[in-house]
């Protein structure tokens, strides 16, 4: 007898329905809580939606971003939606670089004080704050000096725009550049200062509103925050981006300056490469797509 009941004061009894969601819930919590701070402050998996790094990376490719590197944040929005939260940043083991591929949060097309959608972008940054960026007959030119093509560079037309051809919409607004002839353009930095006219007004307006402050032009008088300005003190630290993919890249040279906050990490590796644009039910068109030789290459 003393033997059974201590059998049975040993022998588990079966968890109830609620035990057991509890005991699910419970490991689910853990298991979530860890891939958010992972996700949010070590390395995440980043899609490439179009071809404007190519043949760096390509569209439809995978890849594992060292978010780390930069510094890792907080969520900035509410999953699955454009609600952006407050966020903080650790503090970053390296800074970026020229040449560096970067991933950062768009900041809006040109005339956008804020963008319409919250969308992650993948540029190779070409300007650091204070730089002076020129591109001539499609050679980039930094603070004067020639920086060579990307291993991957790629051009779809046979010759560069000439200095004459205007395209319409580049940055900032009144600029009469293209694509192959671009600049020069100083790339802002923290404690500059802009001298600001009834003529380049419209070129400084989006930029001086999304530091924060109104700004207007009333005849041949600038306001900022109501008040007469001659002059604008820059807040923050910025960088420029371009295209592996010149011909196919809407990037600084036509939507702006990267607030440096922005940057979210640098890609590490390709660790899926398959065809993107098929449709999702061509699960063997897809599979047949698959680029084997791209997995596992090094994003440089």
């Not at 995440?44 to 971003?65: D, K």
């Not at 097309?109 to 540029?123: A, C, Q, T």
């Not at 600049?183 to 930095?189: A, D, F, T």
């Not at 600038?222 to 300005?229: C, P, R």
Request: glycine share 8%; hydrophobic share 40%; with cysteine.
């Amino acid at each position: 007898m003393p033997k059974e009941k201590e059998q049975d004061k040993h022998t588990e009894k079966p968890k109830t329905l609620k035990e057991k969601a509890k005991a699910f819930l419970k490991e689910f919590g853990i298991v979530f809580g860890m891939f958010l701070v992972i996700n949010n402050f070590v390395v995440a998996s980043f899609l490439v939606p179009t071809g404007s790094m190519e043949n760096e990376v390509m569209t439809g490719e995978l890849l594992f971003v060292n978010k780390f590197i930069y510094g890792g944040t907080s969520p900035r929005n509410v999953m699955f939606t454009n609600i952006r939260l407050p966020w903080f940043r650790l503090p970053q083991l390296a800074d970026v670089d020229r040449g560096d591929v970067i991933v950062f949060v768009f900041p809006g097309m040109r005339d956008e004080i804020n963008p319409e959608e919250f969308v992650f972008y993948l540029k190779r940054c070409v300007g650091l704050p204070g730089d002076t960026i020129l591109v001539k007959n499609r050679v980039l030119y930094v603070n004067g000096q020639m920086m060579p093509f990307p291993r991957d560079t790629k051009f779809d037309y046979p010759r560069p725009l000439t200095p004459d051809q205007v395209e319409q919409g580049m940055f900032p607004r009144g600029a009469q550049w293209n694509q192959d002839h671009y600049g020069p353009l100083v790339v802002p930095k923290k404690g500059m200062v802009i001298t600001l006219n009834a003529d380049n007004f419209a070129a400084w307006e989006v930029f001086i509103r999304r530091e924060g402050h109104s700004a207007q032009l009333q005849g041949n008088y600038v306001l900022i925050d109501e008040k007469s300005a001659t002059d604008y003190t820059v807040e923050r630290d910025y960088l420029f981006g371009m295209g592996d993919h010149r011909d196919n890249s809407l990037d600084s040279r036509y939507w702006g300056f990267i607030p440096k906050e922005n940057l979210v990490g640098s890609p590490l590796i390709v660790y899926w490469s398959w065809n993107s644009d098929l449709p999702i039910y061509d699960i063997f068109g897809r599979i047949a797509s698959v680029r084997w030789g791209r997995i596992g290459s090094l994003i440089k």
